[in-house]
């Protein structure tokens, strides 16, 4: 079981760029979440998709953000016109179902730098 | 509004000194906590998940607590080692309707050879 897999690892963009990141979830996880970490902050929630749906998209800034999970292949975190304050690690979590009875599970996130 | 806080922010111990993290979250209608340790530049490893029904989960060096009537849970780490040096996070689950998580920002612990 290879886990929840992110990439790519390290991004860097610059000023006004498209940034696209990837996440496969694990094997038989068809429930995908994105969290954002500032540098010395905690994670905070983006957006909960479940396949093909969005189900919670709350955390996520309206303007330049979007997020899909498509029926085949990984769920996308999508990042227009990159600005700096868009620098940071980007995580996704993965779970079976959409109750968390065995908590969740982290890829290693997506360093994204905009430079 | 559930917030989730952590203290202390950075701690440093000798090594072999047993010490204990703690979390507190201001909405105790939670769902379970879990446990996670962060690697600098890496990501989130899950240490150990409490459903909101049990009062502690236990592995190896590592145990901890809930107590949701005080918002409190603890990670107890004994006989630390060099090792256990990284940022551990406590998240929050709460189920409001759906299910949102809510991570405090993290202990930095230091573990000195």
């Known amino acids: 079981n290879a886990g929840v897999m992110q990439n790519p690892r390290h991004l860097v963009r610059r000023r006004g760029q498209e940034a696209r990141l990837r996440c496969s979830p694990m094997k038989g996880h068809s429930h995908v979440y994105w969290y954002r970490q500032l540098p010395e902050e905690g994670l905070k929630f983006m957006v909960y998709l479940q396949k093909e749906n969005i189900i919670d998209e709350s955390g996520m800034p309206k303007e330049r953000f979007s997020a899909e999970f498509p029926k085949e292949g990984p769920s996308i975190l999508r990042i227009q016109q990159v600005v700096r304050g868009d620098s940071a690690a980007y995580f996704c979590?993965?779970?079976?179902?959409?109750?968390?009875?065995?908590?969740?599970?982290f890829g290693s996130g997506t360093r994204l730098t905009v430079v | 509004k559930q917030e989730v806080t952590q203290i202390p922010a950075a701690l440093s111990v000798p090594e072999g000194e047993n010490l204990v993290l703690n979390c507190s979250f201001t909405d105790s209608a939670i769902y379970n906590l879990q446990w996670f340790r962060q690697d600098p530049g890496k990501g989130l490893t899950s240490l150990l998940l409490?459903?909101?029904?049990?009062r502690e989960q236990t592995s190896g060096r590592l145990n901890a607590s809930l107590d949701k009537s005080s918002g409190r849970s603890t990670l107890y780490i004994a006989a630390s080692q060099p090792g256990d040096s990284a940022t551990y996070l406590c998240a929050v689950i709460l189920n409001t309707g759906g299910f949102k998580t809510i991570f405090g920002a993290g202990t930095r612990l230091f573990v000195k050879a």
């Open positions: 409490i459903q909101s029904s049990q």
């Open positions: 979590a993965s779970s079976p179902t959409g109750q968390p009875n065995y908590g969740y599970t």
